[in-house]
């Protein structure tokens, strides 16, 4: 099954800086890439995907890269704000004769913005 | 309207209990999951439902039976609770056309004491 590896764990940065978190993949068949943040207390919310055909998409402050050849995609903030802070997870979605499109996720990486 | 609504927030019991965890979708869409979320925040999928049928079972252990009465709703029943049940656990719902986005619950933390 498909494997997805997240780093880093923690991660401080100074409010306007920019943050980076990466993640690999295990599954060449995987095509939709999901980054979800999580606050305090909350389930997981959808910040940004990437769908295997697209290398890079951009969401204001938030952008997402995919390279599909060394199945890897990374999470770029910029601009980091206090309320970035929280934990974001990276998924990779099987292909989908798997039938309910299951979501694999890395192992989270808890974001603090630093005012 | 909260799209994605689970019940309850919280549950505390005693090892050895049944108890049941709801959850219910006012999206219209036709696959629902349920993940669990360890005290190191990792995530994991432990059934979904496409149409009244199960489509995945991880290995999750037989006292976890998910039960779903219409699509808009996919109910968790654990019976004989163990220590090692104690997490959060979330809903979260698909559609079936559009995308592959999933959508969560505010989650459910189960404490077995």
């Known amino acids: 099954g498909e494997n997805v590896e997240q780093h880093p764990s923690t991660l401080s940065v100074q409010e306007g800086d920019s943050a980076v978190i990466k993640c690999t993949y295990s599954d060449s068949a995987s095509n939709y890439f999901p980054w979800y943040k999580q606050e305090l207390g909350k389930g997981p919310q959808l910040i940004i995907d990437?769908?295997?055909?697209?290398g890079e998409k951009k969401d204001q402050r938030i952008a997402v890269t995919l390279n599909k050849t060394a199945k890897h995609f990374s999470l770029h903030i910029t601009e980091t704000q206090p309320e970035d802070s929280a934990v974001y997870f990276c998924?990779?979605?099987?292909?989908?004769?798997?039938?309910?499109?299951?979501?694999?996720f890395g192992k989270g990486t808890k974001l603090s913005v630093i005012p | 309207d909260t799209a994605v609504s689970q019940t309850p927030k919280y549950l505390v019991t005693q090892m050895g209990n049944d108890k049941s965890i709801k959850c219910e979708q006012n999206?219209?869409?036709?696959?629902m999951y349920w993940y669990k979320q360890d005290s190191k925040k990792f995530l994991k999928i432990m059934f979904s439902?496409?149409?009244?049928?199960?489509?995945i079972n991880e290995t999750v252990p037989n006292r976890f039976s998910p039960k779903s009465p219409d699509k808009a709703h996919l109910n968790l029943h654990i019976n004989s609770l163990e220590l090692g049940d104690s997490a959060v656990y979330f809903c979260?719902?698909?559609?079936?056309?559009?995308?592959?986005?999933?959508?969560f619950g505010p989650g459910t933390r189960l404490t077995v004491l």
């Open positions: 998924a990779a979605s099987g292909h989908p004769g798997a039938g309910s499109y299951q979501l694999t």
């Open positions: 439902y496409n149409n009244k049928e199960l489509i």
């Open positions: 999206l219209g869409h036709d696959t």
């Open positions: 990437i769908r295997s055909n697209v």
């Open positions: 979260a719902s698909r559609p079936a056309q559009g995308g592959n986005e999933q959508f």
